[in-house]
């Protein structure tokens, strides 16, 4: 049994057409064994002219592939056209008589039919790349890395050519409508807005996220799942501050954390909470001195608070949007946000002096002076950030008695 295995990946096409035998091929061909040796010279010549038959990219139905990327280019991402397409293309490469043979001869070929096979799969790319090309510019989008136009397209290829293979086989399972929708989904995947940063591994971490995050995190255990939070955040902050918001993406910063993107997912779902997240760690791991020194007044140390704010913000300026977007919007994110806790606690402090010019509560006087610091910040980064922290303290703060 195993040498008959072994002499199967032996085998060469003229080792194929000599088990059907010269006879039978020119009896098929309706010319005598002496014509066929006349015009080829032997079988090994003839099985090359065979394979490069069956490998001609002309033979390719090149109009009917023409009329249905057509009909998708004329529409604005237009979702229906774009499954009918590939349903379409399974049910054309699934009835084509020649994909076993191109397949078998592969297979079977050996070596030799690698080159050829390579060939032909090229200009097929080739052929497709120069319609696709333009029905990307139509809608407006363009590939995400890692893909280019080559490798989209193969890809695209190999998941049509296993799934003709799996419908021609077993058509029960692998169904026109349900091979459209994963061909289409590489399809949104892959490609995004002309000008969106974002990677595929930033749009599969988009997509693998999940609204219930803590089924999701909670079989890692707790002291795990912090130290890699903070690996994330440690490998996020030099990036965001050295080329901002857009210059990074969720794959860059898992590859430099060690972890997968969908890992990176479980902890901050996108970039923006990655980003904001970010900020507040930038600012929290200054504080803890700042406000617990006892001998300096407390509109002092608040002031120097807001000044580290303010520093923060103007070094992550990138990342001082996205954390000003959750402070504003009420998100979940935001409460517990040790940046406004420390601020609070001063603010509170004032208010037991009767210092605040103000009657809101504590934790809405601490949201406005954070709210408004990095405001200011975002708006004018290269201002005096000391006098800013001080204009900002005096909005609410009532001056010290001399």
Same mark, same amino acid.
Do not use: C
């Given at each position: 049994?195993? $040498?008959?295995?072994? !002499?199967l990946?032996e085998?060469?096409?003229a080792d194929?057409?000599?088990?059907i035998? &010269?006879?039978e091929?020119?009896?098929?061909a ?25 490998? @001609?990219?002309d033979?390719?139905?090149?109009e009917?592939?023409? /009329? ?7 529409g604005?991402? +237009? ?5 009918e ?11 084509d008589p020649?994909?076993r ?12 039919v ?5 060939a032909?799969l090229?200009?097929l790319?080739?052929?497709?790349a120069?319609l696709?090309?333009?029905?990307f510019e139509?809608?407006?989008r ?12 193969a ?9 003709a293979i799996?419908h021609?086989?077993d058509?029960r399972v692998?169904r +026109? ?12 995947? $892959?490609?995004?807005p002309?000008?969106?940063r974002?990677?595929v ?11 219930d ?5 909670a079989?890692?255990?707790d002291?795990?799942?912090?130290r890699?939070r903070?690996?994330?955040l440690q ?5 965001? $501050?050295?080329?901002?918001?857009d ?5 860059q910063?898992a590859?430099?954390a060690g972890?997968?993107? &969908? ?7 996108t970039k ?6 970010v900020?507040?760690?930038a600012?929290?791991? *200054? ?11 407390? @509109? ?11 520093r ?5 300026v990138?990342? !001082? /949007?996205?954390y ?5 919007? *009420? @998100? +979940? ?6 940046v ?7 603010v509170?402090?004032?208010a037991?002096a ?22 200011q910040v975002v !708006? !004018?980064?290269?201002q005096?950030l000391?006098?800013?922290? *001080? @204009? ?6 009532? +001056? &010290?008695?001399v």
């Open positions: 049994m195993e $040498a008959a295995v072994r !002499a990946r085998l060469a096409p194929l057409l000599s088990a035998g &010269s006879r091929l020119a009896r098929r309706e010319v005598s064994s002496t014509s066929l040796f006349y015009h080829f010279g032997s079988m090994e010549a003839f099985a090359d002219e065979v394979v490069g038959r069956v490998f @001609d990219p033979k390719l139905p090149k009917r592939t023409h /009329a249905l990327i057509g009909r998708v280019r004329a604005v991402v +237009p979702l229906p056209d774009l499954l397409l590939h349903r379409q293309e399974l049910g054309r490469l699934s009835g020649e994909l043979v191109r397949l078998g001869l592969w297979a079977l070929g050996g070596a030799a690698d080159d050829v096979y390579a032909y090229t200009e790319d080739r052929l497709l120069a696709v090309g333009p029905v139509g809608w407006g363009e590939l995400r890395s890692p893909y280019d136009m080559a490798t989209f397209v890809t695209q290829g190999a998941l049509l050519t296993g799934s799996r021609v086989v058509p692998s +026109p409508e349900v091979f459209a929708r994963a061909a289409g989904s590489l399809s949104v995947v $892959a490609v995004g002309v000008g969106d974002r990677e591994d930033d749009r599969l971490a988009e997509v693998n996220y999940y609204a995050r803590a089924a999701v995190v079989p890692t255990a002291g795990r799942r912090e890699t903070a690996r994330i490998a996020a902050s030099a990036p965001f $501050a050295e080329r901002g918001y210059g990074v993406t969720l794959a910063v590859r430099a972890v997968s993107v &969908s890992t990176l997912a479980q902890h901050f779902p923006a909470a990655l980003a904001a997240a900020f507040r760690h600012v929290a791991g *200054h504080l803890a001195g700042l406000t617990t020194d006892p001998t300096t007044p407390a @509109d002092d140390r608040l002031a120097d608070v807001v000044g580290e704010i303010a923060a913000a103007g070094t992550y990138g990342v !001082a /949007a996205p000003l977007a959750e402070a504003t919007a *009420h @998100d +979940p994110r935001h409460e517990g946000d040790p406004v806790t420390a601020v609070r606690a001063l509170e402090e004032l037991a009767d210092r605040l010019r103000t009657s809101l509560a504590a934790g809405a006087v601490a949201d406005l002076l954070v709210v408004t610091t990095v405001s !708006a !004018a980064p290269s005096d000391v006098r800013l922290a *001080h @204009d900002v303290v005096g909005l609410v703060v009532e +001056p &010290s008695e």
